[in-house]
């Protein structure tokens, strides 16, 4: 008994160690600090926000550790769990599928369109939520990941203690009335993509799979804007009336960084390119792109006034 007790408590020490480590260790930069701030003031909202470049451990965070509505990014959690089922052969990448009516649902997305009996596959609907966002693949996928206690039992799992899928997820009903789908802090989701980059969720090849498709995203006209257009991004954006948030890890020449903007209780909750938070996003992503490519000369033409 004392040995597998020992065995056990090894076993959870090394699960544990690389989220804290990934948590605890780089040099927090205060003149990054101070950008950030600086940029934050007068937002009507609650806002939080957590950078870190990859190769120097350097970060910077606001509210980092303070939980937000995920939204639509929750699809980057139920992508983990779509590919644990395909690594451990219970799904298939390019397994066929039959699309029904009853599946439907509205908000973004392109399947709701499909006919019903029409033929699809598992790949098309990781890459139409993870392109389009689409809200009934997206479902589908959580359905075929296990459903959100599964999904959630990944994130613990990765060390995540606040990522977490509430809707459709037994228990979960009452802090899905406060949340939503999904919720996350920025350091945690941070975290989660920096894993994928890593290659240390799932496996290396899941690992890379997940990331090409985090490449290739549709909702492009945020912080996407302003980084370079032959600068590689992995991103995921997230949007409902009073939360907009995006999700963001640029393949910068001088060095991969992260970063994450949530916020939440949005007085502006409109929805044009104008919005208050959207436009935060898009200035926070050309300081950053700046602070960590200072030689760029590169301008964009989409500019976050």
């Not at 160690?17 to 780089?26: D, I, L, R, S």
């Not at 990765?158 to 899905?176: A, F, H, M």
């Not at 200035?283 to 964009?300: C, D, G, N």
């Amino acid at each position: 008994m004392y040995s597998f007790t020992r065995m056990l408590r090894v076993a959870l020490i090394l699960l544990l160690v690389p989220a804290f480590t990934f948590a605890q260790t780089g040099k927090h930069d205060r003149k990054l600090q101070q950008g950030i701030e600086q940029l934050l003031t007068g937002f009507n909202g609650t806002v939080g926000v957590y950078v870190m470049q990859l190769k120097s451990g350097k970060w910077a965070g606001v509210n980092q550790d303070t939980i937000f509505p995920t939204a639509s990014i929750v699809k980057v959690p139920l992508l983990v769990g779509l590919f644990d089922k395909i690594d451990k052969g219970e799904l298939q990448y390019h397994q066929e599928l039959v699309y029904r009516d009853s599946a439907k649902y509205g908000g973004s997305g392109l399947m709701q369109f499909f006919k019903d009996s029409s033929k699809t596959e598992v790949s098309i609907l990781a890459a139409l939520m993870m392109a389009y966002s689409d809200n009934t693949t997206s479902l589908w996928n959580q359905a075929l990941a296990g459903g959100g206690e599964r999904v959630n039992q990944l994130m613990e799992q990765y060390g995540l203690k606040d990522t977490r899928v509430n809707s459709r997820t037994p228990g979960r009903e009452e802090i899905r009335q406060k949340y939503g789908w999904g919720m996350t802090t920025p350091r945690e989701m941070s975290t989660l993509l920096v894993k994928i980059r890593r290659g240390e969720v799932i496996s290396v090849a899941a690992s890379e799979r997940m990331y090409r498709l985090m490449c290739k995203g549709y909702y492009d006209e945020t912080a996407l804007t302003q980084i370079p257009p032959d600068v590689q991004a992995a991103h995921k954006t997230g949007s409902v009336n009073d939360s907009r948030s995006e999700l963001v890890l640029v393949n910068a020449p001088h060095g991969d960084y992260v970063f994450y903007v949530g916020t939440k209780n949005n007085k502006d909750q409109s929805w044009t390119e104008s919005n208050e938070a959207q436009v935060l996003i898009r200035r926070i992503s050309a300081y950053l792109w700046h602070y960590f490519e200072p030689r760029s000369k590169w301008q964009p033409t989409y500019r976050p006034h």
